[in-house]
């Protein structure tokens, strides 16, 4: 695995320790985008070394940012699924950028249930159109139903009590208060607060706000899975211990004290898989990028420093498991 220097994140740093820290990455992105692509291969699943746990028939897969599938015995449930991929531009511009339908055919085979870790434009852009599609249900916060209200599909949205079971065919689920990681150097988060607009015509991506942050709990074909989407947590809201599966959203870590060794202490995962690691602004299908100084390599060094057995397995994009 290629090396850089690692911080564990003992200590958050301020605005300018964070401007600092981007600008260093400016200065070597290409090198460290070639570690972290390396680190990627070494860490590959399934040719990672270990036997999988996933049970026979569950089919995992990555759609990039923190999105996922899951799929058993006939029935397939989203996490946040963003196939749209609007344009950095566009983010700029505060242009409305409607779901693609032709992204949302090519990646959405069919869906029995959404589950939604909050409203920001790269979680839950795409899930009303996912939703009009297959006529599935859609779980999450009041921001969520906002947004399904918004397109006319409020009774698809169930607002989601802290920790109450909900089932769909074989899956077991229920959401876990939480929060997101203060994106804006460490001052705040991005788009904070509900989702408020008043029509589609005026959902820019800044529009989407964040929302009730959730982590999310599966249980399918007799193991765990946890989802965060955002990387910071709620220790005291954490019940579910011992996960099998741990879907562990990475960018933005920086800006939470001690984010991995929190984590893991909480969860106790038997398997860490980083997620939202990758250019979102790129399109599905186009060549993978990381993100702005995501630091996959330093990531997989701060697990083995929270957890010197805990494996990380790395997915490629829409290549199930």
Same mark, same amino acid.
């Given at each position: 695995?290629?090396?850089?220097?690692?911080?564990?994140?003992?200590?958050?740093?301020?605005?300018?320790?964070?401007?600092?820290?981007?600008?260093?990455?400016?200065?070597?992105?290409?090198?460290?985008?070639?570690?972290?692509?390396?680190?990627?291969?070494?860490?590959?699943?399934?040719?990672?070394?270990?036997?999988?746990?996933?049970?026979?028939?569950?089919?995992?897969?990555?759609?990039?940012?923190?999105?996922?599938?899951?799929?058993?015995?006939?029935?397939?449930?989203?996490?946040?699924?963003?196939?749209?991929?609007?344009?950095?531009?566009?983010?700029?511009?505060?242009?409305?950028?409607?779901?693609?339908?032709?992204?949302?055919?090519?990646?959405?085979?069919?869906?029995?249930?959404?589950?939604?870790?909050?409203?920001? %434009?790269?979680?839950?852009?795409?899930?009303?159109?996912?939703?009009?599609?297959?006529?599935?249900?859609?779980?999450?916060?009041?921001?969520?139903?906002?947004?399904?209200?918004?397109?006319?599909?409020?009774?698809?949205?169930?607002?989601?009590?802290?920790?109450?079971?909900?089932?769909?065919?074989?899956?077991?689920?229920?959401?876990?208060?939480?929060?997101?990681?203060?994106?804006?150097?460490?001052?705040?988060?991005?788009?904070?607060?509900?989702?408020?607009?008043?029509?589609?015509?005026?959902?820019?991506?800044?529009?989407?706000?964040?929302?009730?942050?959730?982590?999310?709990?599966?249980?399918?074909?007799?193991?765990?899975?946890?989802?965060?989407?955002?990387?910071?947590?709620?220790?005291?809201?954490?019940?579910?211990?011992?996960?099998?599966?741990?879907?562990?959203?990475?960018?933005?870590?920086?800006?939470?004290?001690?984010?991995?060794?929190?984590?893991?202490?909480?969860?106790?995962?038997?398997?860490?898989?980083?997620?939202?690691?990758?250019?979102? %602004?790129?399109?599905?299908?186009?060549?993978?990028?990381?993100?702005?100084?995501?630091?996959?390599?330093?990531?997989?060094?701060?697990?083995?420093?929270?957890?010197?057995?805990?494996?990380?397995?790395?997915?490629?994009?829409?290549?199930?498991?």
């Amino acid at each position: 695995m290629c090396r850089r220097r690692t911080v564990h994140n003992r200590a958050v740093l301020g605005p300018l320790g964070h401007l600092g820290s981007g600008l260093a990455y400016l200065a070597t992105a290409c090198r460290m985008q070639a570690s972290d692509r390396a680190t990627a291969r070494q860490l590959a699943w399934p040719e990672a070394r270990g036997p999988s746990p996933l049970p026979a028939g569950l089919e995992l897969t990555w759609i990039g940012t923190a999105g996922f599938r899951l799929a058993y015995q006939g029935v397939v449930v989203w996490i946040d699924p963003y196939v749209t991929r609007l344009p950095l531009g566009d983010l700029a511009r505060r242009r409305v950028v409607p779901s693609s339908a032709q992204a949302v055919a090519r990646w959405i085979d069919r869906a029995d249930a959404v589950l939604v870790g909050h409203t920001h %434009f790269d979680h839950a852009l795409d899930v009303p159109a996912i939703s009009r599609r297959s006529g599935c249900r859609v779980y999450g916060s009041a921001s969520l139903g906002h947004l399904m209200g918004l397109h006319g599909l409020a009774e698809r949205a169930v607002t989601v009590e802290p920790r109450r079971d909900y089932w769909i065919g074989p899956f077991r689920f229920h959401f876990v208060p939480s929060v997101h990681s203060k994106l804006s150097l460490g001052l705040g988060v991005p788009y904070a607060g509900e989702l408020t607009c008043e029509h589609v015509d005026a959902l820019t991506p800044q529009a989407y706000r964040c929302g009730q942050v959730w982590g999310i709990f599966i249980e399918v074909g007799g193991i765990t899975l946890y989802h965060q989407g955002s990387a910071d947590l709620l220790e005291d809201e954490i019940v579910d211990r011992g996960i099998d599966v741990f879907l562990c959203g990475i960018a933005g870590r920086r800006f939470t004290r001690r984010y991995l060794e929190r984590v893991v202490r909480a969860l106790e995962p038997r398997l860490v898989v980083p997620t939202h690691y990758d250019d979102f %602004f790129q399109p599905l299908g186009a060549p993978s990028r990381f993100a702005f100084n995501v630091n996959l390599t330093g990531f997989a060094d701060e697990v083995r420093a929270a957890s010197r057995d805990l494996p990380v397995r790395v997915l490629e994009v829409g290549a199930p498991v």
